[in-house]
């Protein structure tokens, strides 16, 4: 029996002026992550029409090793762009028997405490 992969996938609405900075900073923290075991995929991408829309997403072989990752370092950063964003961004994560928003973060980071 094989495992489905799971997805996590962070879409912003910013400034049209923030737009090439946020991805930026997205493109290192995917650098980053891309090294990481268990890291299947890491993606950036961006729709610069009046609406600017940058997308984040991450694929991991299992949903441990994306439990794993939410507790890095790394992803504190992604944390920070989420909470300094001037619109909250759509979260989502595809995990094998359900999907999962923002509170899926705080279960998993809250437990590791």
Sequence with gaps: MSRERVQMTIEWLVPLGQARS?????HSIAADTRTIPGCVGCSVAADLTERST???SEEWR?????RRRMQSDTFSQLIMLIE???QSPQIE???PHETRGLDFVHEVRAAAK
Excluded: N, S
Aim: without cysteine.
């Design 22 to 26: 946020m991805t930026m900073a997205l």
């Design 84 to 86: 300094e964003a001037a």
């Design 62 to 66: 299992t949903e441990e090793d994306l």
């Design 93 to 95: 994560f595809k995990l």
């Design 54 to 56: 940058v997308r984040y």
